[in-house]
């Protein structure tokens, strides 16, 4: 089946730092791809997605590149800031009847210090 | 706040013991997805309901689990006979309905834990 592998957490890098989350991911067919954020006590929120091959998408300086040729959706953001501190999915859409669910990967908890 | 709502948003039960979580969507959302999340690990698929249909099943979901959502609005997730494998986090989520995919919108979810 579908699945998505995240790079291993966590990671801790100190404000304004770069920062590159890698994903990949294994599918039949061509999902739509995404990026997920839980900020501490808060529920999962969409940060940003890509529906097609080098799409980008964007949000908060956060992108990723949706890489058809890799099955990658690495997530970057070129100067991180304390408050982006929380856990990143990257996950994929699969077709159910109807609909699509998302499949996720496990997480990578990123801390930032100030 | 016109977001997803879940209740409670803790539970703890002792094994044995039946619980029921309750989800209220976004009021013009007709799809409703149920997904749980273990300690350390990414949610996954439960169930998905169209309005009052019950579509779409994860073989997770074994005879314990039963959920519903009886006039399109609200579900419910009942776990019969809890076992401590049952711990998680139940994530609710709902969409607009239309093209396959629409942004799904997460509730915060209940944590269960079972003694």
């Known amino acids: 089946g579908n699945s998505v592998t995240q790079m291993e957490g966590p990671v801790t890098l100190s404000e304004e730092a770069f920062l590159t989350i890698n994903c990949t991911y294994t599918?039949?067919?061509?999902?739509?791809l995404f990026w997920y954020v839980q900020y501490p006590g808060e529920g999962l929120q969409l940060l940003l997605k890509?529906?097609?091959?080098?799409d980008k998408g964007s949000n908060k300086g956060f992108e990723a590149t949706y890489r058809k040729e890799t099955t990658s959706f690495h997530l970057e953001k070129g100067s991180v800031q304390v408050s982006d501190s929380a856990v990143y999915f990257c996950?994929?859409?699969?077709?159910?009847?109807?609909?699509?669910?998302?499949?996720f990967g496990q997480g990578t908890r990123l801390t930032i210090n100030p | 706040d016109t977001g997803v709502s879940q209740d409670p948003r803790h539970k703890i039960t002792k094994r044995g013991q039946n619980v029921t979580f309750r989800c209220d969507p976004i009021?013009?959302?007709?799809?409703l997805y149920w997904y749980r999340q273990t300690l350390g690990q990414g949610p996954e698929f439960l169930t998905y309901f169209q309005n009052e249909a019950q579509l779409e099943k994860s073989r997770l979901l074994s005879d314990r689990f039963s959920a519903e959502r009886p006039k399109g609005s609200f579900s419910t997730l009942e776990i019969q006979r809890t076992e401590q494998g049952d711990s998680a986090m139940y994530l609710c989520?709902?969409?607009?309905?239309?093209?396959?995919?629409?942004?799904?919108?997460f509730g915060p979810g209940t944590r269960l834990t079972v003694l």
């Open positions: 009021s013009e959302h007709n799809r």
């Open positions: 996950a994929l859409s699969e077709k159910i009847q109807g609909a699509q669910k998302l499949v």
């Open positions: 890509a529906t097609k091959a080098d």
């Open positions: 599918a039949t067919g061509y999902p739509s």
């Open positions: 989520a709902s969409s607009l309905g239309g093209p396959p995919y629409n942004e799904q919108f």
